[in-house]
């Protein structure tokens, strides 16, 4: 049975950082795909960045390319999200999330994906 349990998140002012983690339990970490989703008050649940099973390449939300990167430890079985140059429309609740069976085509949608954590707070002030 799969179970992610993030840490990190907070609150930051305009244009600090963050670095989110998440760890993963379960058998064959490097076989799922691993993304962060973000879902802010009376919104959806949003993609912000993923990295497929073997596959390095991320991919990113728009909004978060060139701040935000992604990234996974198999040998710890953790994906972390670094979050740098921060705004205020980044604050969310983030989501960490894995899947095994994962296409290209359903990554973007949260619907797509098995499993997901607890969700943490993030808060950027202005």
């Known amino acids: 049975q799969v179970q992610l349990v993030q840490s990190g998140g907070g609150l930051v002012q305009h244009g600090g950082s963050l670095r989110l983690s998440c760890a993963f339990s379960?058998?064959?970490?490097?076989?799922?795909?691993v993304g962060w989703f973000r879902q802010a008050p009376g919104q959806e649940r949003e993609f912000v960045a993923s990295?497929?099973?073997?596959?390095?390449?991320?991919y990113y939300q728009d909004s978060v390319k060139g701040r935000f990167t992604i990234s996974r430890d198999n040998a710890k079985n953790t994906v972390s999200l670094q979050m740098n140059s921060l705004k205020p429309e980044d604050t969310a609740v983030y989501f960490c999330?894995?899947?095994?069976?994962?296409?290209?085509?359903?990554?973007?949608?949260?619907?797509?994906?098995?499993?997901w954590g607890q969700g943490t707070q993030v808060t950027v002030s202005s």
């Open positions: 990295l497929r099973r073997y596959n390095s390449n991320p």
């Open positions: 379960g058998r064959a970490f490097s076989s799922y795909s």
């Open positions: 999330a894995a899947d095994s069976q994962l296409i290209l085509s359903a990554m973007w949608e949260a619907s797509s994906w098995d499993y």
